[in-house]
């Protein structure tokens, strides 16, 4: 049985979740569920299919066939709106120039927590990531790795800032996962590394010996030198 609460003010639902977080946090409960609910919910679903303009893509879902997040579901998460894409503002006309059918609707406005994204199956067109993602408020970022969901922050406020903090800092990195049993603390630097240009077979051959983490925090600071501090 689902119970329903409504709440006109941020303050009101604040209170609520401070009284109620262990519905959200007890272990064998159904925390995620009722977070994905209450989601849905204060978008509304008629708002959601609007984003995700599911007149014309029949198949869009927020959920895969594996029950996991996709990018839609994400893009509600952590800017309120499901739409379809990651980059900044909408794309009215294709690569030839030409208009398109429909605007392909991506994140309008800077998030406050990032997204950061990796597919080792996607070879000669990556998914490009806005900046409105890659460089949201606070220095935390969720990072989709081969589908595989995770979380890298840095206690350093400064780091989207302050240009040159980014010259050497310090992410943390938690997947949720039992494999993980300790915490991941990466030391970022990112000043006057840069990874030499190679041929394009070349290029596929080294990003094979590059964990995929590394590479996608290189969607972000490129060439970044990543030491794993024995993590």
């Given at each position: 049985?689902?119970?329903?609460?409504?709440?006109?003010?941020?303050?009101?639902?604040?209170?609520?979740?401070?009284?109620?977080?262990?519905?959200?946090?007890?272990?064998?409960?159904?925390?995620?569920?009722?977070?994905?609910?209450?989601?849905?919910?204060?978008?509304?679903?008629?708002?959601?299919?609007?984003?995700?303009?599911?007149?014309?893509?029949?198949d869009v879902q927020l959920l895969?066939?594996?029950?996991?997040?996709?990018?839609?579901?994400?893009?509600?998460?952590?800017?309120?709106?499901?739409?379809?894409?990651?980059?900044?503002?909408?794309?009215?006309?294709?690569?030839?120039?030409?208009?398109?059918?429909?605007?392909?609707?991506?994140?309008?406005?800077?998030?406050?927590?990032?997204?950061?994204?990796?597919?080792?199956?996607?070879?000669?067109?990556?998914?490009?990531?806005?900046?409105?993602?890659?460089?949201?408020?606070?220095?935390?970022?969720?990072?989709?790795?081969?589908?595989?969901?995770?979380?890298?922050?840095?206690?350093?406020?400064?780091?989207?800032s302050d240009w040159r903090v980014?010259?050497?800092?310090?992410?943390?990195?938690?997947?949720?996962?039992?494999?993980?049993?300790?915490?991941?603390?990466?030391?970022?630097?990112?000043?006057?590394?840069?990874?030499?240009?190679?041929?394009?077979?070349?290029q596929r051959e080294d990003e094979?010996?590059?964990?995929?983490?590394?590479?996608?925090?290189?969607?972000?600071?490129?060439?970044?030198?990543?030491?794993?501090?024995?993590?």
């Amino acid at each position: 049985q689902l119970h329903i609460f409504e709440f006109k003010t941020i303050e009101e639902s604040k209170s609520f979740l401070k009284r109620n977080l262990n519905q959200f946090t007890k272990l064998n409960g159904c925390g995620c569920l009722l977070f994905l609910y209450s989601i849905i919910l204060s978008r509304s679903v008629t708002r959601i299919k609007q984003d995700m303009d599911v007149d014309i893509n029949k198949d869009v879902q927020l959920l895969n066939d594996y029950e996991g997040c996709t990018i839609p579901s994400i893009n509600l998460l952590l800017t309120g709106k499901a739409v379809q894409y990651v980059h900044n503002g909408d794309i009215i006309y294709d690569k030839r120039g030409e208009l398109l059918p429909k605007p392909l609707h991506g994140v309008q406005e800077r998030s406050s927590i990032g997204m950061l994204y990796w597919n080792k199956k996607e070879e000669d067109k990556r998914t490009e990531v806005g900046s409105m993602l890659k460089t949201p408020k606070h220095p935390i970022w969720l990072t989709v790795i081969n589908d595989q969901i995770g979380l890298i922050f840095s206690t350093n406020l400064d780091l989207i800032s302050d240009w040159r903090v980014e010259h050497r800092f310090m992410l943390y990195y938690y997947t949720g996962l039992l494999s993980q049993n300790q915490q991941t603390v990466l030391s970022i630097g990112n000043r006057n590394h840069r990874r030499p240009k190679t041929a394009r077979l070349a290029q596929r051959e080294d990003e094979k010996k590059i964990p995929p983490l590394e590479q996608c925090i290189c969607t972000k600071w490129f060439g970044a030198n990543i030491n794993w501090n024995g993590t």
